[in-house]
């Protein structure tokens, strides 16, 4: 699967109705942004059971604005629609995919659950 372009429409509900969604959030004037962006789209071939998207941080200022984003690239990882990865710097392929992998094995149900005991 390649990636995705997700902007302010489609972010949300691509996050809730996917398992695990990766978000790349870049810029066309940005070096380290196009260093990673090959590697992000072979991660995403190498990976097809994930959702990988990339959102221009030019194009959706509101957007970048609201995930909180101060330098680009930022990768993000959603996993059940909750944010479990954010980290901004370009990744060389092994560290992306110890990431992926770290992702996939994460177990958001028991975190969320571990967060809500202690909340209480």
Do not use: H, Y
Not at 21 to 38: E, I, N, T
Not at 59 to 74: G, Y
Not at 90 to 96: D, S, T
């Amino acid at each position: 699967m390649a990636t995705s372009t997700l902007g302010s429409e489609n972010f949300e509900q691509t996050v809730i109705e996917n398992e695990i969604v990766l978000v790349d959030f870049w810029a066309s004037w940005c070096g380290p942004c196009r260093m990673f962006a090959p590697i992000f789209e072979q991660a995403s071939t190498e990976n097809p059971q994930i959702v990988f998207g990339k959102v221009d941080t030019e194009a959706e200022q509101d957007l970048a604005a609201a995930a909180q984003i101060t330098s680009i690239p930022t990768l993000m990882a959603f996993k059940k629609g909750k944010l479990v990865f954010s980290q901004p710097g370009a990744l060389p392929a092994e560290a992306l995919k110890q990431v992926i992998d770290a992702v996939v094995e994460f177990d958001v149900d028991a975190a969320v659950a571990a967060a809500e005991e202690q909340g209480d």
